[in-house]
């Protein structure tokens, strides 16, 4: 909403006081303590410029805490704050470019005021911004939901006035709205200081997403390892056991159990990517989609046709359509798995300096090796097919077995169906 019917509207109804402003707070549960306030004088909210007051309040032993304006580490300010030598704080303010450590910007007029400090194992931030009012997107400031995201390292203190100070990756952050109409007024020059300010606290109304970044990580690691593993190593070789194993019994008692626990492990593990995309709000991105094809794919039609394939070869001991489609979609999934393992590299590292450099390359070597294996060992197979077919068959017939694996498969039924059942 713009500001100056908002405005009209919160006069109306009597929410503006010029005397005494006010002030709505947000305490994220997973905070550990820290506390948020926002206050915007009438004067600022009623020309869309001016000073703007924001109070971060948190226990003595963290190392920093920081709060941003927006829903994303691009969309405004960022603060951080931390212990400084002489008892104070330090504020730093920064410019968010991207999901990555803000770099401390001197030209965004951000200021520490009076009653900032450390008090009885608490530090407090109270601070005057005279460029807050207008989010990088040119977006009011002063929205009925206004979008903040916070961050916060517990440990040690930092004790450092140095305003560029090199900052990790937070422990936990999120995100929360509040409704700023309850914020606006007063003209106080230090509203946190004053005590002449109605204070609502607006956590229960606010909608809010936390995520504790060390269980973030583990649940990134364990997505990458189970589906990767599924999808390189363990979908194309539970494949080749249908050549390497020839017999009878290979479907229904090797390869279909075997890949049954690949497609479990493999829903673990989308289950956890699921539950990542959501804590980065990235499920549309190119990785999370990609994924839901191949296990769409994995889960429901692969089965599905290798079941009909097999109730098929029961009844007429034949290669039938839904076998040639059975395998050239599980190569096709197989091949989709492993890029949208590769680009999900591409996604994690863009937001997690911590991943070694040398993964995605092992990835590639691994992916490329089981291409190669697989490859092999059809090759491998069927040339002993052939090899014994010709040594058992007449000219004429070997002639006809001459043809690409998907239409051979028929006709090798046709002329030597012991040979065929063995590996279907
Ligand atoms: C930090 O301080 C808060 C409040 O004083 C306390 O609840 C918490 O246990 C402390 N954390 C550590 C790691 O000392
Ligand atoms: C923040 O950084 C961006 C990109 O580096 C730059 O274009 C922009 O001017 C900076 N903003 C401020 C307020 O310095
Ligand atoms: C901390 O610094 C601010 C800004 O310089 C000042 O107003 C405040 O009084 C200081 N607090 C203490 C406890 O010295
Ligand atoms: C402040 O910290 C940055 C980043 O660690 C460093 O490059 C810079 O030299 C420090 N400045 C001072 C004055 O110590």
């Known amino acids: 909403m713009r500001l100056p019917s908002f405005l009209a509207t919160a006069s109306v109804l009597g929410l503006v006081s010029s005397v005494y402003g006010q002030i709505v707070s947000h305490t994220p549960s997973e905070g550990r303590g820290v506390r948020y306030s926002v206050n915007i004088p009438d004067a600022t909210a009623l020309t869309g410029t001016g000073p703007v007051y924001l109070q971060l309040e948190a226990p003595a032993n963290m190392t920093w805490i920081a709060l941003g304006q927006g829903a994303d580490m691009t969309d405004g300010n960022i603060f951080i704050i931390y212990s400084a030598p002489d008892g104070n704080i330090t ?112 956590t229960p109304f606010s909608s809010q997403r936390q995520i504790d970044d060390t269980l973030l990580h583990k649940k990134r690691i364990a997505h990458g390892v189970m589906t990767s593993v599924a999808f390189v190593l363990l979908f194309p070789n539970f494949a080749l056991t249908l050549y390497i194993f020839p017999s009878r019994y290979t479907v229904a008692w090797i390869h279909a159990p075997l890949q049954a626990f690949a497609v479990l492990l493999a829903l673990a593990g989308f289950a956890l990517g699921v539950s990542t995309s959501m804590d980065l709000g990235e499920e549309g991105g190119y990785h999370p989609i990609m994924g839901y094809v191949a296990m769409a794919a994995v889960v429901l039609v692969q089965p599905i046709l290798g079941i009909m394939q097999h109730i098929h070869f029961k009844r007429t001991g034949q290669k039938s359509f839904y076998g040639v489609a059975h395998r050239w979609l599980g190569r096709f999934i197989s091949v989709l798995g492993i890029v949208t393992g590769g680009i999900g590299f591409h996604y994690a590292g863009s937001m997690n300096p911590d991943i070694p450099p040398a993964s995605p390359i092992a990835y590639g070597i691994i992916s490329g090796s089981m291409g190669v294996i697989y490859v092999l060992v059809i090759w491998w197979r069927r040339s002993r097919t052939k090899r014994k077919l010709a040594a058992e068959c007449p000219p004429t017939i070997k002639k006809t077995t001459n043809r690409s694996d998907s239409t051979l498969v028929s006709e090798l039924a046709n002329v030597d169906a012991s040979q065929e059942k063995s590996w279907q």
């Open 91 to 202: 504020l730093s303010p920064r410019n968010a470019t991207g999901p990555f450590e803000p770099l401390y910007d001197p030209s965004i007029r951000a200021f520490l005021l009076e009653g900032s400090g450390i008090h009885h194992g608490l530090m407090t931030a109270n601070i005057r911004c005279d460029d807050c009012m207008t989010l990088k997107n040119g977006d009011s400031l002063a929205d009925k939901s206004s979008s903040w995201i916070w961050g916060i390292t517990t440990g040690d203190p930092l004790n450092s006035a140095n305003v560029s100070e090199t900052i990790y990756k937070h422990d936990y952050h999120g995100i929360f709205t509040l409704d700023l109409s309850h914020a606006i007024g007063g003209n106080s020059a230090n509203p946190f200081f004053m005590p002449t300010h109605r204070i609502t606290d607006f």
